[in-house]
């Protein structure tokens, strides 16, 4: 409980999602810069310049442990974290909790309410478009792409993240805390379909990816109303 990485298994995963990112953004850019991947792609050079530019927000890392008060205000701001990062990662691969054993995967990971919250707050901002997945140095995958592997069991859907009170919390009341962020957040892009539809160019709203965002984000929204008004 008092160590992230008791057996330094997430850490070299963590480094190879970093890798995997920056090579990722090397190839966009080459794209863009009308370059091809067999010749002019694939620039070491931009890789490690892409890397060398990265901040890297780490959850328990980047958030101040001693103090029990601001503790509470960085846990409370993890939905604005989320939601700013440029890209989301799930550093997920499979190991064994040091005083419990139990076992940590993805799998584990999705059913954890404030994890749920995590992945819907980048959710509402941005889609799914620049969220990952991380089982392993060589299992890094988009997360839309996770329900077609095996990485996941053959799991329907990896938007479980949407019903956020049905994760699990060690206290339930805890999952109060995520209404209001979570809401402001849905809110933001109800404002701007709405502001879309009065300036008669709702088709560019329909037209974007935030639309299916929203339209699948509705019923999270409903759930934390009524949570708000217990």
């Known amino acids: 409980f008092d160590h992230p990485d ?24 080459a794209v863009r810069e009308g370059k091809t991947r ?29 103090s029990e008060a601001t503790l509470k205000l960085a846990i409370q701001s993890l939905s604005a974290y989320s939601s700013l990062a440029a890209e989301f ?23 954890r309410a404030w994890c749920r919250a995590e992945q819907l707050s980048h959710f509402l901002k941005n889609g799914t478009s620049f969220m990952w997945v991380a089982a392993a140095e060589d299992a890094i995958r988009p997360h839309d792409k996770l329900a077609q592997t095996s990485l996941v069991g053959g799991s329907e859907t990896t938007h479980d993240f949407l019903d956020i009170f049905a994760g699990d919390a060690t206290v339930e009341t805890d999952k109060l805390d995520l209404v209001m962020p979570l809401l402001g957040l849905y ?12 300036s008669d160019d709702s088709e560019s709203f329909t ?24």
């Open 6 to 29: 008791p057996a330094n298994v997430q850490y070299p995963v963590m480094v190879a999602a970093l890798l995997k990112l920056a090579e990722e953004k090397e190839a966009d850019n």
């Open 38 to 66: 067999a010749s002019e792609a694939g620039d070491a050079t931009e890789v490690v310049s892409i890397l060398e530019r990265m901040l890297v927000w780490v959850d328990y890392s980047s958030i101040p442990q001693r």
């Open 89 to 111: 990662v799930i550093v997920a691969p499979t190991c064994h909790h040091l005083q419990t054993g139990a076992v940590c995967d993805f799998e584990s990971y999705r059913r």
């Open 187 to 198: 809110a933001v892009l109800l404002a701007e379909r709405t502001h879309s539809e009065r």
């Open 207 to 230: 037209a974007s990816p935030k639309a299916p965002v929203l339209a699948a984000a509705a019923p999270a929204a409903a759930a934390l109303v009524s949570a708000s008004a217990m």
